[in-house]
Each structure stands twice: as C-alpha cells, then as structure tokens.
Nanobody
Framework: QVQLVESGGGLVQAGGSLRLSCACS????????MAWFRQAPGKEREFVAS????????YSTDSLKGGFTISRDITKNTVYLQMDSLKSEDTAVYYC???????????????WGQGTQVTVSS
C-alpha cells in the first residue's frame, strides 16, 4: 500500500516562495508516477505538475507561468514542488498523488495524500 505525506505548506506573502514535500512509502519513485494537484475554496481540484517514474515532467500552463518546479529525490523517496513568485490566486490545499498508469493532467492516480494548506497573502 502506498502512503503519501505532504508537508511544507503555510502562510507566505505574495512574491514569496515555498517548497512542498511529499514523502512516499510503499513504492519507490522509480516505479510510480507522482503528481501535485491543488484545490482552491469553491473550485474544482486542478492539476499542477507531474513527474513520471522515468523522471519526465509535465506542467499545467498556470504552473509554467507561475514559476513552479516539480522534482524528486530518489534516495529520500520524496517529491517536491518548488513554488516561486507566489500570487494570492495560488492559495489552495495542495495534494500529492501517485499512480502506476496514465499520468499528467488526465492521469489515473490511485493514492492521495491528506493535503497541505498554502495561503498567499496580498
């Protein structure tokens, strides 16, 4: 069974940076696709970025514009989301997800973390 634990959320001023972490247990990152999603109040959950088991990455258009970077540390079995130049509209609960089938924004993710709150003050 895969378990995902996010951390690193918090309150930051607009223009600031945060790095989210997602520690994965039960599978190695080289054998599972990982992704970050977010859900703002009153909105549907949306894809942010993904990193395939092979290491290839995919980003949403907003993530590319907003200076988000997904990466991973195989030795720590942890995926990261570096978020720079944060804006108030980036305020959301950020979720880590994992799956072994299709990845990307339309992917199938079987496992989800509990989420971490990111609040950007303007």
């Amino acid at each position: 069974q895969v378990q995902l634990v996010e951390s690193g959320g918090g309150l930051v001023q607009a223009g600031g940076s945060l790095r989210l972490s997602c520690a994965c247990s039960g599978r190695t990152l080289s054998s599972i696709h990982m992704a970050w999603f977010r859900q703002a109040p009153g909105k549907e959950r949306e894809f942010v970025a993904s990193i395939r088991a092979s290491g290839g990455t995919t980003y949403s258009t907003d993530s590319l514009k907003g200076g988000f970077t997904i990466s991973r540390d195989i030795t720590k079995n942890t995926v990261y989301l570096q978020m720079d130049s944060l804006k108030s509209e980036d305020t959301a609960v950020y979720y880590c997800a994992a799956g072994t089938k299709r990845t990307g924004p339309g992917g199938n993710y079987d496992f989800w973390g509990q989420g971490t709150q990111v609040t950007v003050s303007s």
